[in-house]
């Protein structure tokens, strides 16, 4: 489906960006309500659901035993995936996935896989033989905007509640995945001209460019990536760097308390 | 069906093995109006199934060619989410799928008032979210709430339901065991306030006597669900955002 992009919606957010405001009344860098459930779908060995606005998405985490590469005897794998099914707005269609679904997912995975917090080896059952392949599925069923950020925390959170099912396949006990960190992502759109955190359905729709960080627990970054027609200077990656290591943080608490219960 | 009779799946007092009676259905909850960007939608959790429907339109039907000059067309897509079942599922349409959207469709279109919407489509998704046998009723269930929802009229409600047979015994609404263990299975589709039946699938073996037992049940069962999504639908409009 083409989108139609309102040039009102354009001009309305210039004039907003103007006066520092944004269209639903948040500032620059705030973020709407979060909320985040994790070990919620039976037969996925880790799961959960985030609530971002009006974003909705789950992620589930499944395993299989396979050969591992020639290369690598001794490491397992982990692959992500993202679907943005007809389910989640108008503007999605049926088909093979899109290079937009394609995108999330590669995005995702490589702010997990580059964290280094799954370890390879660990992944190893015989060398050479069995090794574990983690499979994370990113579901999205409502898109309100910025489903990057809520895609990113509910595949880490899914991963980090989830357990490896030996005993179905035969080769030990269940025990809870190793998890070592966990990368979170914040995502920038250009909307009115200037660059703002968490970006709304309307935001993305009359915005520019968009700018995914994602940062591991030591602030180092993992995974980076540009989206859309548009440039940024250097001095404005900076700032909104800044705001990413603070939002960051704050959702990676999220992420621990909601594993401790 | 599965394997026929070589697993113990009633016990010794006459009951399952989840500890239901036979005429006994799994705990059913019901939420409308759970998906922001929908135009209608719902939430069904049906034992450890969770299905979850959206309806988006009526809108131009495109390409042209599946337009109907006097009515509209249901589009249905029923999904499972790869993380769904006990082994992953790869993404994407299979023949199983394919085969439960085509007659979901079929269903719906018998009690969405598709005239009312000439060269138009209705998309319906489908998405199961975890499976625990009879999927395509909750799925069903879930869709009608959602089309109530979007405020697409329709002559009836239309519940999802099943009935099948366990040990020679004709039971209400088969868990996973039950299913994959069993000797039937007849998933059917009721409209609760007239009485018909507008989805009828079956599989396996049963008598003339069982199938009027087992519809029996499952008429039973869809007017304890229909009343949950009655509720449902009141409790979206108590709440009264959008």
């Known amino acids: 489906m083409v989108e139609l992009v309102p040039t009102l919606l354009r001009q309305e957010l210039e004039r907003l960006a103007a006066d520092d405001q944004r269209i639903d009344g948040r500032g620059q860098w705030d973020s709407r309500d979060v909320s985040l459930e994790v070990d919620c779908l039976y037969n996925a060995e880790g799961s959960a659901k985030v609530v971002w606005g009006d974003t909705i998405i789950y992620a589930g985490v499944k395993f299989e035993i396979r050969t591992p590469w020639p290369d690598r005897p001794t490491q397992g794998s982990l692959m992500c995936g993202a679907e943005l099914r007809p389910v989640a707005h108008r503007k999605y269609e049926p088909g093979p996935p899109s290079p937009q679904s394609i995108e999330l997912g590669r995005v995702v995975d490589r702010g997990i896989r580059e964290s280094g917090c799954i370890d390879m080896e660990e992944l190893c059952i015989v060398p050479g033989e069995k090794v574990w392949g983690v499979m994370i599925d990113i579901h999205v069923l409502s898109d309100g905007g910025n489903i990057f950020d809520a895609a990113g925390l509910a595949a880490i959170a899914a991963l980090r509640t989830a357990v490896v099912p030996a005993e179905r396949f035969d080769v030990g006990e269940d025990h809870k995945l190793k998890v070592n960190g966990s990368p979170i992502m914040a995502s920038f759109t250009r909307a009115g001209g200037r660059f703002v955190y968490d970006p709304s359905e309307e935001e993305e729709l009359g915005g520019d460019e968009r700018i995914h960080i994602t940062l591991g627990d030591e602030g180092h970054l993992h995974s980076l990536q540009k989206g859309l027609r548009g440039v940024f200077t250097p001095s404005e990656f900076a700032e909104i760097l800044a705001v990413a290591e603070q939002k960051c943080t704050e959702l990676r608490e999220m992420v621990a308390e909601k594993e401790g219960n | ?242």
């Open chain 2, 1 to 242: 069906m599965g394997g026929y009779g070589d697993v113990k799946l009633l016990r010794d007092d006459g009951k399952r093995l989840d500890g239901r009676t036979v005429d006994e259905m799994r705990p059913v909850s019901i939420e409308a109006g759970v998906l922001p960007a929908a135009d209608g939608s719902a939430m069904v959790t049906h034992g450890l199934n969770v299905a979850v429907a959206a309806v988006y339109g009526p809108m131009e039907a495109h390409p042209r060619k599946i337009q109907r000059q006097d009515r509209a067309v249901i589009d249905v897509r029923y999904n499972m989410a790869p993380f769904s079942t006990g082994d992953r599922i790869r993404p994407g349409f299979n023949r199983r799928s394919r085969e439960i959207s085509k007659v979901t469709a079929e269903a719906l279109e018998s009690v969405v008032l598709v005239e009312r919407y000439p060269r138009s489509k209705i998309r319906v998704e489908i998405e199961i979210l975890a499976a625990e046998a009879g999927t395509r009723c909750v799925g069903i269930t879930a869709a009608a709430v959602a089309l109530a929802d979007a405020g697409i009229p329709m002559r009836d409600m239309i519940v999802g339901v099943a009935s099948g047979k366990i040990e020679d015994t004709v039971v209400l609404d088969l868990d996973k065991a039950e299913d994959n263990y069993g000797q039937a299975d007849l998933p059917v589709g009721i409209l609760p306030n007239t009485g018909e039946i507008a989805f009828l699938q079956m599989d396996g073996d049963l008598s003339i006597e069982e199938f009027n037992l087992a519809m029996e049940y499952n008429f039973k069962a869809a007017s304890e669900i229909h009343e949950l999504m009655v509720d449902a639908l009141k409790r979206r409009y108590e709440r009264g955002d959008n």
